[in-house]
Antibody, heavy 115, light 112 residues
Framework: EVHLVESGGGLVQPGGSLRLSCAAS????????KTWIRRVPGKGLEWVAN????????YYVDSVRGRFTISRDNAKNSLYLQMNSLRVEDTAVYYC????????WGQGTLVTVSS | DVVMTQSPLSLPVTLGQPASISCRSS???????????LDWFQQTPGQSPRRLIY???NRDSGVPDRFSGSGSGTDFTLEISTVEAEDIGVYYC?????????FGQGTKLEIK
């Protein structure tokens, strides 16, 4: 059975950093597109960052480019999102999502940026 | 960025009745390879989103056949033939033809 489990969320002050992790099991993680998508309170879903299956290319939405970094460790079947210079508007539930023949979502991890 | 506009944003429905959600994009979603990158997602209370429909009209595995997608170019529709209680939640369209991939604002399906 496919599982994606995020961790690393929490409360952080503006300007701070967090590293989100996503542990995958039950499928060949290395062959899937990997994405972080967030659900912003009172708004909706936003595509944050994307990684090609072979890791050759990464894409970031403008609002996080230069502050967030997506990375992976295929040996650990894990995906990461390093978030620096956090802003209040980054407050959201962050989902790890993989795309192959099927789309798999984690349960999400809440990031709250507040002073 | 491509703007995805859904309507209505709130959809009160009677169980057993049909429902329809519209999604319009600010640019054509037909890609250079001829495919149309438009998907539909459902998020029920307390759950993560799940994809229902991909490439306009293809149902994902396990999705009931009461869900159907249609459309082309910039205008797309998700239809539920007969709404059941388990369908209550928020529905999003998403385009993946252009970077960044973008979502509609979401349509909240609720019981009338």
């Amino acid at each position: 059975e496919v599982h994606l489990v995020e961790s690393g969320g929490g409360l952080v002050q503006p300007g701070g950093s967090l590293r989100l992790s996503c542990a995958a099991s039950g499928f060949d993680f290395s062959k899937h597109w990997k994405t972080w998508i967030r659900r912003v309170p009172g708004k909706g879903l936003e595509w944050v960052a994307n990684m090609w299956p072979d890791g050759s290319e990464k894409y970031y939405v403008d609002s996080v480019r230069g502050r967030f970094t997506i990375s992976r460790d295929n040996a650990k079947n894990s995906l990461y999102l390093q978030m620096n210079s956090l802003r209040v508007e980054d407050t959201a539930v962050y989902y790890c999502v993989t795309w192959g023949n099927n789309v798999h979502w984690g349960q999400g991890t809440l990031v709250t940026v507040s002073s | 960025d491509v703007v995805m506009t859904q309507s209505p944003l709130s959809l009160p429905v009677t169980l057993g009745q049909p429902a329809s959600i519209s999604c319009r994009s600010s640019q054509s979603l037909v890609s250079t390879d001829g495919n149309t990158g438009l998907d539909w997602f459902q998020q029920t209370p307390g759950q993560s989103p799940r994809r229902l429909i991909y490439t306009v009209s293809n149902r994902d595995s396990g999705v009931p056949d009461r869900f159907s997608g249609s459309g082309s170019g910039t205008d797309f529709t998700l239809e539920i033939s007969t709404v059941e209680a388990e369908d209550i939640g928020v529905y999003y369209c998403m385009q993946r033809t252009h970077w960044p991939h973008t979502f509609g604002q979401g349509t909240k399906l609720e019981i009338k």
